[in-house]
């Protein structure tokens, strides 16, 4: 489990990639520096601002939901969530996806589509 020691904002001297999407942030940008523990080994990692954020508000990444790449799966788990077709007409789905949605991916997986048999 990754316990999460110190968090800061810097701004990047050279390009780091992000722990949560594994995505570059670029030289010169600001980010958020985080020093944690793992099974007694430190690590320090890069995250984006908007990666932060989206770790700091959804309960799942605290404990072992926090890894390498977790944001990008969890993008991918909601494309695939919303990718089934279970041969049923959806009638009505409970909220459109929006840009506030994919800030915090996992919004997605409490939406609800109710479908007509």
């Known amino acids: 489990m ?15 990639e992000c722990f949560g999407c594994v995505e570059e942030i670029e ?6 520096y985080v020093s ?11 995250l984006h601002e908007e990666c ?7 309960k799942w990444f605290s404990g072992s ?10 993008l991918k788990t909601s494309e695939q969530l919303r990718s089934i077709n279970m041969g049923y007409e959806p009638i009505w ?3 459109e996806a929006t ?5 915090n991916p996992f919004q997605l997986l409490m ?6 048999y």
Do not use: P
């Open 52 to 58: 932060n954020k989206t770790i700091s508000r959804d």
């Open 93 to 95: 789905v409970l909220e």
């Open 2 to 16: 990754l316990e999460i020691r110190n968090k800061k904002m810097v701004i990047t001297r050279k390009a780091h």
């Open 65 to 74: 939901g926090l890894y390498r790449g977790c944001i990008k799966d969890a």
């Open 99 to 103: 840009d506030e949605i994919w800030k």
């Open 36 to 46: 944690a523990k793992e099974d007694e080994q430190h690590k320090s990692f890069h």
């Open 27 to 32: 030289k010169d940008k600001s980010a958020v």
């Open 111 to 116: 939406k609800q589509t109710f479908y007509r």
